[in-house]
């Protein structure tokens, strides 16, 4: 936070300098005669209109420059610094003026899309938000920036030359979808006429390593193995793979199987991670229990071909004995079949109706849409 508010701080300066030029062109550009007491027409008029809107002086709009006006007149020249004479020449009409641009200009973002948050690397952010002001908006700077000020390859800026912009009219040039992993800074920046530029929009947002990286991130720092390594057989052979091709290639294996070995019956398994039975399965495969344990970040892990004690509803903490590894009823190895899922769908795990994987190929894994690789997990062992 603290580099955001430096971030700002620095753009506050470029825009800054950048707006000087502009303002004290606008001032010379305008040009009002001076006038004092005893003064009538147009131009006491308009130095009317912009001490009300300046000072609310309250001043009847009329055109008379009577003791009233030259009153509302003196207070402004004292109030800023000028000689105060009660008339108005050039230098009073200078710090008006500016003085009354940056009060009326009314340059504004509504509601609409420019907080990215929190992105998934490669997921698209589609911006939208309508920039208005009283003036018309000569130019809208709207992109993506590194945290240190530099701009990204996705900035654009437009020149709307009218009172209202939409930001999604730039939208298909900042590619989200694109950005490296990283903290950037999204920022909105607009002219209008008045010379008036504000930094409309300017938020930190974050774009991570995709879904399934995180959560193997996640489970490396904080996980523990769910078998001893003692016994332990390489799950990279055929068939213990996952995506090993089962039912003669009609379905992919969709998990890894751990501890493959003949005598394996008993072997104890350990709750990688603290969470909940969400799911439990008396006859998985062969007569064996499955039991699924969902965890805080919403993952799911699958304990497969198993005995338990533990059904639905049951709190595991990381590291506690759930089961042992079960032997078929119809004969074969003993193994933990390890199945692991994002969480983010609904319904049973095993779905032999399924077609589409989010975070794998479609292979028929006959599970559920956030079936994801667990292969990380040997890592763990
Ligand atoms: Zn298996």
């Not at 700002?8 to 502009?22: D, E, G, K, R, T």
């Not at 952010?125 to 530099?150: E, F, L, Q, R």
């Amino acid at each position: 936070m603290r580099v955001k508010r430096l971030i700002s701080v620095i753009l506050a300066i470029i825009m800054l300098v950048s707006v000087l030029p502009i303002a004290e062109l606008s001032a010379s550009a305008a040009s009002y005669s001076t006038v004092r007491k005893g003064d009538r027409g147009n131009t006491v008029k308009t130095l009317q209109v912009m001490l009300n809107a300046v000072d609310k002086a309250g001043l009847a709009e009329d055109g008379i420059f009577g003791s009233g006006t030259q009153k509302a007149v003196k207070n402004f020249q004292k109030a800023n610094k000028l000689d105060v004479d009660g008339i108005v020449g050039p230098k009073t009409w200078a710090a008006l003026e500016k003085k009354y641009e940056d009060k009326s200009s009314s340059l504004k973002i509504g509601s609409g899309n420019y907080n990215p948050g929190s992105l998934l690397k490669g997921k698209s952010y589609s911006i939208k938000g309508k920039i208005t002001s009283d003036y018309k908006i000569t130019s809208v700077t709207v992109g993506v920036y590194k945290t240190n000020g530099t701009a990204t390859a996705y900035v654009k800026t437009v020149k709307p030359n009218a009172k209202s912009y939409d930001i999604k009219g730039v939208d298909s040039s900042i590619k989200f979808g694109s950005l490296a992993t990283g903290t950037y800074d999204f920022i909105v920046k607009a002219t209008d006429a008045s010379g008036t530029t504000k930094t409309l929009v300017c938020n930190e947002f974050t774009v991570k390593a995709d879904a399934v990286a995180a959560l193997k991130e996640r489970a490396l720092e904080n996980w523990v193995a769910p078998v001893k390594k003692s016994g332990y057989l390489n799950i990279k052979v055929a068939p213990r793979y996952f995506g090993a091709r089962r039912d003669s290639g009609a379905r992919a294996h969709a998990g890894i199987d751990i501890h493959y070995k003949k005598n394996g019956k008993g072997t104890p398994v350990y709750a990688m991670e603290a969470g909940k039975v969400v799911e439990y399965s008396s006859n998985f495969y062969g007569g064996m229990q499955a039991i699924a344990v969902q965890h805080a970040d919403g993952s799911i892990a699958r304990y497969c071909e198993i005995s338990t004690s533990l059904r639905v509803g049951s709190r595991v903490t990381k590291g506690q004995q759930i089961a042992t590894i079960a032997k078929s009823n119809i004969g074969g190895d003993t193994m933990l079949h390890l199945e692991i899922y994002m969480g983010t769908a609904s319904g049973k795990l095993s779905n032999k109706s399924n077609k589409t994987y989010d975070y794998v190929t479609n292979k028929g894994y006959n599970r559920r849409r956030d079936l994801v690789d667990p292969s990380f997990v040997i890592e763990l062992l």
